[in-house]
């Protein structure tokens, strides 16, 4: 019987749970939380490369206009994200941006905008065994600014603000359980549009949190697929998708050339 350390394991010398080492991956790795996610990099990557698939983790690396830039899915909600942020740090990763999709709570914002999150509330869970719940979660000034250029080259209309980054789906975002009665969700969304929040999604504040810790840049850019407070969700929303990966490349490396060659 063979085995590793229960404290720190590895399987054959990588990471337990993305399956990959330090040599696998570039500086900056982009974060969807859907596996499905990774396939829409490779008509924008050279050299595209699934490296492992484990459980909700799919990380792919290619080349971008010659800059090294990793692919990694994260899974739904905090717990899984803490995972994958911690094994990509250990390896190496200078640069975390989430992308994905989200869910506005304001009525102005149309589905297809992009949304940059410039910080969010901790209610995910797992960054409080990091740092109490006053520590806050906000992300690079040096991401969000490498975002907002790439989203006004290529004619994007977006949003900047605070999102909601909530460890759940149903109730903590104001949606009743399909089985459920008389449930009153427009409280939930009053109190945050109270706050002035942008967006509800399930990941951010993780990677904003544990990325600031350990010294890493991080941040944020969804596409948004659905409206609450119009009660519109987008069906088809694959085109906006691939809008917002190819913004996210276009602003990693705006990050690569404007930031982390100086650093």
């Excluded at 869910?103 to 297809?112: L, N, Q, S, V």
């Excluded at 960054?127 to 907002?148: C, G, H, M, N, R």
């Excluded at 460890?167 to 939930?188: A, I, W």
Aim: charged share 25%; proline share 3%.
């Amino acid at each position: 019987m063979n085995y590793t350390s229960a404290a720190a394991p590895k399987y054959d010398g990588k990471v337990p749970h993305l399956r990959c080492g330090r040599e696998d991956i570039g500086e900056i790795i982009l974060l969807p939380g859907d596996p499905g996610r990774i396939k829409m990099f490779e008509d924008l990557f050279d050299d595209f490369k699934v490296l492992s698939t484990n459980r909700e983790f799919t990380i792919a690396t290619g080349y971008y206009k010659g800059l090294k830039i990793s692919v990694c899915s994260t899974g739904i909600g905090a717990p899984s994200t803490e995972i994958a942020v911690l094994e990509l740090i250990s390896l190496g990763a200078r640069a975390l941006i989430r992308i994905g999709g989200t869910g506005t709570i304001k009525e102005e914002i149309d589905c297809e905008d992009m949304i940059l999150n410039t910080g969010a509330m901790r209610l995910g869970g797992a960054s409080t065994f990091y740092a109490p719940q006053e520590y806050p979660a906000i992300a690079s000034f040096e991401v969000v600014d490498s975002l907002k250029r790439a989203c006004e080259k290529n004619e994007h209309k977006y949003h900047m603000g605070i999102c909601a980054s909530v460890g759940s789906f149903y109730h903590g975002q104001g949606r009743e359980v399909p089985f459920e009665l008389n449930y009153d969700g427009t409280k939930v969304l009053k109190e945050y549009s109270r706050l002035g929040i942008l967006n509800f999604e399930m990941e951010a504040e993780t990677i904003f949190t544990l990325s600031s810790i350990y010294g890493v840049l991080a941040g944020s850019i969804c596409t948004v697929h659905c409206n609450r407070i119009t009660d519109r969700w987008l069906i088809d929303n694959e085109k906006a998708q691939k809008k917002m990966c190819e913004t996210a490349l276009l602003g990693a490396l705006n990050l690569n050339n404007l930031y982390l060659n100086k650093l």
